[in-house]
């Protein structure tokens, strides 16, 4: 057993050894020679030789052109294009005069260059004399990997050359070689042929490749009327772009056919116009602003080695993606610095629940050196007027600068299909708007991604169904967030910090006298309890709909449709309620400072399968004093109204919150 063990290993470290010699055989030889002053590739295929020169500088996406015969014949043109980023190729299939074989080989070529040089899916043909019987035979096969054809004095009818049963001299020698090669048995048989390159053109022009002949117009060798002239004719009266060039300057020799070409430069541009080229990546500097900058944060990050990074949000902050990546980075970017990461991201939260929970959510845990704000999905979302969104963002950079004037901030405009319609029709939106007149007063970075991923879907560098998929985006698309997001702080962090200090922002007089920069939550346990209300230490839904995080297994102020009346007495110019929104929302009612009654729905759009954490605010641009203790109160009863999809009239209320 022993022995048929070791002589299996035996066996097989011989099969594969074998493989290994085998595979290295099959790898063709190259050698390289400089052409045109370009490198030049040679190396064998299929028993043929073949050619591969590079550019210098290659385009993006590999453009090339495939030249059929005659690889040194007039490379004027070809000498521009790889000065220009292409690749040439060529591979001798000579005396096969554009045949099925012929054809088969140049297939197996063009998959060898793919994959092997990764060169561009669509190519331009070159067919020079004998050459456009072969460009014309794979072109019509597939009309798909075509960008476009240049033909020089191209045959086009092997009947005309090399038969010689027209005008043209012909070549007897060539003819029976290409009788052979067809297997015809006889002229007749080749001359009944119906498949010559001016055959069945109609895909070839369905799918618009554009052709372009330079030609002899007293070439005897291969009269253009019995090829080219045939061959445009048919191929515009089939909608197929054609240019022709008369070549008439300078010496004819070989009876017409060996001509000067007076304008390399045009057949040149007619392929570069022609080739489709992927456009350049766009460059995130496009969509961003530094305004400010972020020099405070590098400095205690590089100097005092400690930082501590919030990020404030709705659901695409909480879930993770671009956040964590922007955490990576900075413990790479700065090694030996001690972080403290604060992820203050809630789903559904825009920019107003953001302000009023900074001071418990994230101030809490001691001033801030960088903060990423986003809510510009949210705040659009659910609907939060302007003057909302301005006292909110506003409220956010008051409030981090008032605890520590040298916090670095920088605001984050995600993507959502509304906002990609919009800039898609040449308008900024609103949300966007409000939150940028925020971040232009007071000198706050801002990345415009919206923007970025709707420019960046246009130039065809993606999709939004296969690729982004979602306003929570998927991996793709959250890279492409962290990409814009480093390529700011990349630029704000450049150079060195030596001898340099954190100074204070500059904190200009508020857009809105209003605006929620004193913001704080109020624990519902401050509110005194009355009939028909009660606190539950430990809610929890029992109809099985969704919750969310901090929402559930917590102390909830809860009024399940009964008469009674809470009171709150407060100092401050802004009120308002933060509850679990579900299927069973009512309708409150609430009075300040013994004003007239008012109603508000609590029940949203996404009310009817989630417990939906959601902000109310009740009462704003209140009066304060010149102390700021003018006292208010707000009074909060259920209403006997119901709207009409809510099962019930329940008010769960998590927070009140203050501006205070």
């Known amino acids: ?34 052409w045109q002053g370009f490198e030049r590739v040679e190396f064998p295929f299929e028993g043929m030789i073949a050619y591969l020169v590079k550019p210098a500088k290659p385009l993006a996406g590999n453009p090339w052109l495939w030249k059929a015969m005659f690889f040194d014949w007039h490379a004027d043109m070809d000498s521009i294009l790889l000065s220009e980023g292409f690749y040439v190729a060529y591979v001798d299939a000579v005396d096969m005069f554009g045949s099925p074989r012929a054809v088969g080989i140049w297939d197996r070529f063009y998959d060898f260059l793919r994959a092997n040089y990764h060169l561009n899916e669509k190519v331009s043909l070159e067919g020079v004399s004998r050459g456009g019987l072969y460009a014309y035979s794979w072109a019509k096969k597939h009309p798909e990997r075509i960008n476009a054809i240049y033909g020089e004095a191209p045959v086009c009818d092997f009947k005309s050359w090399p038969g010689g049963f027209g005008k043209g001299v012909g070549s007897k020698g060539d003819w029976n070689l290409l009788k052979k090669e067809f297997g015809f048995k006889s002229d007749e048989e080749a001359k009944a042929y119906t498949d010559l390159a001016y055959d069945n053109l109609d895909k070839l022009a369905a799918a618009k490749v554009p052709l372009i002949h330079m030609i002899g117009l007293e070439d005897k060798v291969v009269p253009p009327e019995e090829n080219t002239f045939i061959l445009f004719e048919r191929y515009k009266k089939l909608g197929g772009p054609a240019m022709l060039v008369p070549c008439t300057l300078g010496k004819q020799d070989l009876m017409g056919h060996h001509f000067p070409i007076e304008t390399p430069r045009i057949a040149a541009n007619f392929i570069i116009c022609s080739t489709v080229l992927p456009k350049p990546i766009l460059d995130p500097s496009d969509f961003y602003e530094l ?93 939060f007027p302007t003057v909302e969104q301005i006292r909110a963002m506003e409220g956010i950079v008051r409030h981090t600068l008032a605890n520590n004037p040298k916090a670095d901030i920088v605001f984050m405009h995600f993507a959502d299909p509304g906002k990609i319609e919009m800039y898609r029709k040449g308008q900024v939106p609103q949300v966007i708007q409000n939150h940028e007149r925020v971040a232009i007063h007071y000198q706050v970075p801002s990345i415009n991604l919206a923007k970025e991923v709707t420019e960046r879907i246009d130039a065809g560098e993606f999709t939004w169904e296969r690729d982004f998929k979602d306003l929570h985006p998927s991996p793709f698309g959250q890279h492409i967030y962290f990409r814009s997001m480093k390529a700011l702080m990349e630029k704000a962090w450049r150079g060195s910090v030596a001898g340099e200090a954190p100074v204070d922002h500059y904190v200009p007089a508020p857009l809105d006298n209003a605006s929620y920069g004193t913001g704080a939550i109020i624990d519902i346990h401050q509110i005194k309890a009355a009939k028909g209300w009660m606190i539950d230490e430990s809610w929890q839904p029992g109809d099985g709909k969704g919750t969310r995080e901090n929402y559930t297994d917590v102390p909830m102020l809860v009024n399940e449709g009964n008469p009674g009346t809470v009171k709150y007495r407060f100092a401050g110019n802004a009120v308002g309620i933060a509850v679990a929104a579900g299927p069973d929302a009512g309708i409150v009612e609430y009075s300040i400072d013994g004003g007239p009654w008012q109603q508000r729905d609590l029940f949203t759009a996404w009310s009817a399968g989630l417990h939906l954490p959601w902000f109310y605010t009740l009462g704003t641009g209140l009066a304060v004093g010149a102390k700021s203790d003018a006292t208010h109160e707000i009074q909060i009863r259920m209403s006997a109204d119901k709207n009409p999809k809510s099962n019930g009239r329940v008010c769960r209320i998590r927070y009140l919150y203050v501006n205070r």
Request: hydrophobic share 35%; proline share 3%; charged share 25%.
């Open 1 to 34: 057993m022993r022995k048929l063990i070791v002589y299996s290993i035996l066996v097989l470290l011989f099969i594969g050894s074998y493989q290994e010699k085998a595979t290295a055989q099959d790898q063709p030889k190259t050698k390289t020679s400089v």
């Open 291 to 383: 305004r400010g900058g972020l020099r405070n944060s590098l400095i205690r990050f590089e100097r005092d080695k400690k930082g501590r990074v919030a990020f404030l949000g709705g659901s695409i902050t909480w879930g993770g993606g671009w956040r964590d990546s922007i955490c990576n980075y900075l413990k790479k970017r700065f090694p030996s610095t001690e972080f403290e990461f604060i992820n203050a991201g809630v789903p559904s939260m825009g920019s107003t629940p953001a302000a009023f929970r900074m001071e418990q959510d994230i101030l809490s845990h001691g001033s801030v050196d960088l903060l990423f704000e986003e809510a510009a999905v949210n705040d659009d979302t659910n609907e």
